[in-house]
Every structure is written in C-alpha cells, then in structure tokens.
C-alpha cells in the first residue's frame, strides 16, 4: 500500500511577524516547514513526502528543504483548498491508496497520531485527529455573554488528514466544479457522504499562528532535543610555500600572513578541520578522512570551508541545530590575537550561525614539541549541537483512550 503525505505550505503566514512567511520561519534551528516535513519523511509508514507552496516563496523553500530528497513543488492556489487539489492532481497518475494531508504550521505533530490516522483507515475512508474541547464554550453578542454552548459532542480537528485517494481527489474535483469551499479535507469528505472516523489527536501537534505558538512550540522542542558534545584535534606541518599555493597559513577559515605555509592533501587550515571533525563526531559520523580521503586527487589543494559546510549540511539534515563552536589554536608563529575576529567571523558564515556561537582561542607549548620548535600548528576543538533522537522525540501524552 502506497501512502504519500501532502504539505500544505502555499498561504502568506504573516500572523506571526518575523519578516518571512510562518513556515520558512526557524523554529529550534530549523524551518518549520522542514520540521513538518521531517515528521513525515522520517516515518517508516509514508512513502514519499510533497509540498505544496506559493510560487513566489520558491527561493524560501528551495532553502528551507535543502539536502531532503524530496521532488518539485506543487504550485498552490489562491485559497487552501485549491492548493490541496493541485497537490492531489500532482499525484494522479501516480494513484497512491492513501494520501495524509498536513498542515506545515503544525510541525511537531507526533508519529502516533499518524499511526493513529493511518491504522483508522483499515476500515474508513477518512480519518481525522482530534482533541476533546475542555474549556467552556460562551456565545457572545456586542461584546457580552449571550449564552453557554454545550460542549457535548464536540471536538477540535487537527491534521494530518487521512484519506482514500480515490475518494478525497473524486470530492476536491466535484467540491471545485460545484463552487463547495469547506474548512478542511474531513469537512469535504463528509459533504460527498464519506464517514470520517475520529482518533486522538495531540496537544504537541498544535497550530502555529501567532508570535506567542513560536514561543511555546519552541519550549516543547526544547525538551524533545538532547546536547551533544564532539571534539576534533589536527596537525600540519610548517614548510615552505608551494608555487600558486596559499600566500600564507590557511587558519581558521583565513588567510595569515606568513613566511611559510602549511602543508596538506588540502589547504591544510587546521583549524577548519579540528571544527569538522569535532562537529562530525557529535554526529556519531566518522571524521573527515572518511568523507574527504587524502587519497582522493579530487581534494588536492581543496579549501578546507567545504569540509567544514558538509559538515554543518549533515548537522541540519538530522534536524540538528549548532549551539557552539570552540576552537584553539596551538603555535609560536603566526601570532592569532590580531586575526581572531576574522576567524569567528569566516567560521560562523560558513556555519551559518551568529558570530556569538563561536569561540577561537591560542596558546603556546612554551617552546616544547614540535608546535613550540616552529614546525608546525595544531588546533583542537569542541562542537555542541543540538540533536533530535529517536527516543527524546516530542512527548506524545495524549490520552489514547477510544473516542
């Protein structure tokens, strides 16, 4: 059985400020649309993952979803439920049995309510999530309390929406051709006389609207990440400069001055390769040897900020987010105190974090070893990194009970 899972991400979000529409705004280090997305391609159930936005946001999305193997876009329409029919038509020839419909402003949605929707659909063409409505229910007229609405039988909806393909695409196209607008895909489905069966939602899997759902969605992502520490160490040798080599040391992302030159398969800046190694590290993700051989010719004379951005390209591809990156640098020559700033300033750019996540420091053997007789450099240093892991997911505590 094929089930394909569609994000819906083609509105302009502009309720929660920030400059960029909701969903290609960071939450916990990441675009909430990546979160979404990842909710759904990380599940072993769902086969393939499509979203639907506005063409004008290509160059947000593009950024937002790099390095995920995902297809092309779907163009979204003028109002949400356009945009879901150009998501289902993009899948018709394609003709999965079930199609789950998302909500990208609902990024922390837990796998077991997709289990829950997926499992509802053994024995109904629909399902839908949703959480018991628990506070008291007031109509109100001209600003006054005009009577109690019975709470009974009522319920908050939530996506992801589950549904028979065939009979979700057969209800959008007649819902377009008869002028039908509903709130969401359960509603539509009902209208063309299909059951929708109700399963438990989740609290966690929440609609963010406004600036205050950014605050507390990123108080539940907080506990939903461990800290991971990873330490890298490196070492060149000093010699004397190559023809057409680097005009100096290659150190901590910059050029310095100097009457030598370090010698590498690659640029051989240390200091970029302790930071990889030690970002690769907390990735559990072997080092940088394993992923850039010196014996490959393609690396020879490489420089060393590729390395280091394919590292930072992994972290965020596991959902990870960089906290804090501290280097130290050890040599006599050149002296580093002049070119500190450059150097955290070239390092958070590559790593695509703020110049306040990044250390560099120096210090000398007083003379001894090989740093201290001039022959060389050495750096070391720590990485902390923020990282989802399968068992510190977003708690899901919903009470499971039938509804």
């Given at each position: 059985?094929?089930?394909?899972?569609?994000?819906?991400?083609?509105?302009?979000?502009?309720?929660?400020?920030?400059?960029?529409?909701?969903?290609?705004?960071?939450?916990?280090?990441?675009?909430?649309?990546?979160?979404?997305?990842?909710?759904?391609?990380?599940?072993?159930?769902?086969?393939?993952?499509?979203?639907?936005?506005?063409?004008?946001?290509?160059?947000?999305?593009?950024?937002?979803?790099?390095?995920?193997?995902?297809?092309?876009?779907?163009?979204?329409?003028?109002?949400?439920?356009?945009?879901?029919?150009?998501?289902?038509?993009?899948?018709?020839?394609?003709?999965?049995?079930?199609?789950?419909?998302?909500?990208?402003?609902?990024?922390?949605?837990?796998?077991?309510?997709?289990?829950?929707?997926?499992?509802?659909?053994?024995?109904?063409?629909?399902?839908?999530?949703?959480?018991?409505?628990?506070?008291?229910?007031?109509?109100?007229?001209?600003?006054?309390?005009?009577?109690?609405?019975?709470?009974?039988?009522?319920?908050?909806?939530?996506?992801?929406?589950?549904?028979?393909?065939?009979?979700?695409?057969?209800?959008?196209?007649?819902?377009?051709?008869?002028?039908?607008?509903?709130?969401?895909?359960?509603?539509?489905?009902?209208?063309?006389?299909?059951?929708?069966?109700?399963?438990?939602?989740?609290?966690?899997?929440?609609?963010?609207?406004?600036?205050?759902?950014?605050?507390?969605?990123?108080?539940?992502?907080?506990?939903?990440?461990?800290?991971?520490?990873?330490?890298?160490?490196?070492?060149?040798?000093?010699?004397?400069?190559?023809?057409?080599?680097?005009?100096?040391?290659?150190?901590?992302?910059?050029?310095?001055?100097?009457?030598?030159?370090?010698?590498?398969?690659?640029?051989?800046?240390?200091?970029?390769?302790?930071?990889?190694?030690?970002?690769?590290?907390?990735?559990?993700?072997?080092?940088?040897?394993?992923?850039?051989?010196?014996?490959?010719?393609?690396?020879?004379?490489?420089?060393?900020?590729?390395?280091?951005?394919?590292?930072?390209r992994r972290v965020r591809k596991a959902g990870g987010a960089i906290r804090h990156?501290?280097?130290?640098?050890?040599?006599?020559?050149?002296?580093?105190?002049?070119?500190?700033?450059?150097?955290?300033?070239?390092?958070?750019?590559?790593?695509?974090?703020?110049?306040?996540?990044?250390?560099?420091?120096?210090?000398?053997?007083?003379?001894?070893?090989?740093?201290?007789?001039?022959?060389?450099?050495?750096?070391?240093?720590?990485?902390?990194?923020?990282?989802?892991?399968?068992?510190?997911?977003?708690?899901?505590?919903?009470?499971?009970?039938?509804?």
């Open positions: 059985m094929t089930t394909i899972a569609l994000i819906v991400a083609a509105g302009k979000g502009e309720r929660a400020g920030g400059g960029v529409p909701k969903q290609y705004r960071p939450l916990g280090g990441l675009p909430v649309l990546r979160r979404a997305v990842l909710a759904f391609s990380r599940h072993p159930r769902i086969d393939a993952v499509r979203v639907m936005i506005a063409e004008e946001h290509r160059a947000l999305y593009d950024a937002a979803v790099a390095g995920l193997d995902l297809g092309a876009p779907v163009i979204g329409g003028a109002e949400r439920q356009a945009s879901v029919l150009n998501g289902l038509e993009s899948l018709a020839d394609a003709a999965p049995e079930i199609v789950l419909i998302h909500d990208a402003a609902r990024p922390l949605v837990p796998a077991g309510v997709i289990d829950r929707v997926l499992d509802a659909l053994d024995a109904a063409p629909a399902a839908l999530p949703v959480l018991a409505v628990a506070d008291t229910l007031k109509r109100g007229e001209g600003g006054l309390a005009a009577g109690t609405v019975s709470r009974d039988g009522l319920w908050r909806a939530q996506t992801p929406q589950g549904m028979r393909f065939d009979a979700v695409l057969d209800a959008h196209r007649r819902a377009a051709a008869e002028g039908v607008t509903m709130t969401d895909d359960a509603a539509l489905m009902e209208w063309a006389g299909h059951a929708v069966a109700l399963v438990a939602g989740s609290e966690d899997a929440m609609k963010i609207t406004t600036a205050q759902d950014f605050a507390l969605a990123d108080r539940l992502l907080a506990g939903a990440l461990e800290t991971r520490v990873g330490t890298g160490f490196d070492v060149h040798r000093l010699g004397a400069k190559t023809p057409g080599g680097v005009d100096g040391v290659a150190l901590g992302g910059i050029v310095i001055p100097h009457d030598q030159a370090l010698l590498g398969h690659s640029d051989a800046d240390v200091g970029l390769h302790a930071i990889t190694d030690a970002l690769l590290g907390a990735l559990g993700d072997g080092d940088i040897g394993a992923h850039f051989p010196p014996s490959d010719p393609q690396w020879k004379g490489a420089a060393s900020h590729m390395f280091l951005a394919d590292a930072c990156l501290d280097l130290t640098v050890i040599c006599e020559r050149p002296k580093v105190g002049p070119h500190r700033e450059a150097m955290r300033a070239r390092i958070a750019e590559i790593c695509g974090v703020p110049v306040a996540r990044v250390s560099v420091k120096a210090t000398t053997t007083e003379r001894l070893g090989f740093p201290g007789r001039g022959e060389g450099i050495a750096a070391q240093a720590a990485a902390t990194i923020a990282l989802p892991a399968p068992d510190l997911t977003v708690p899901d505590l919903t009470d499971q009970e039938d509804l």
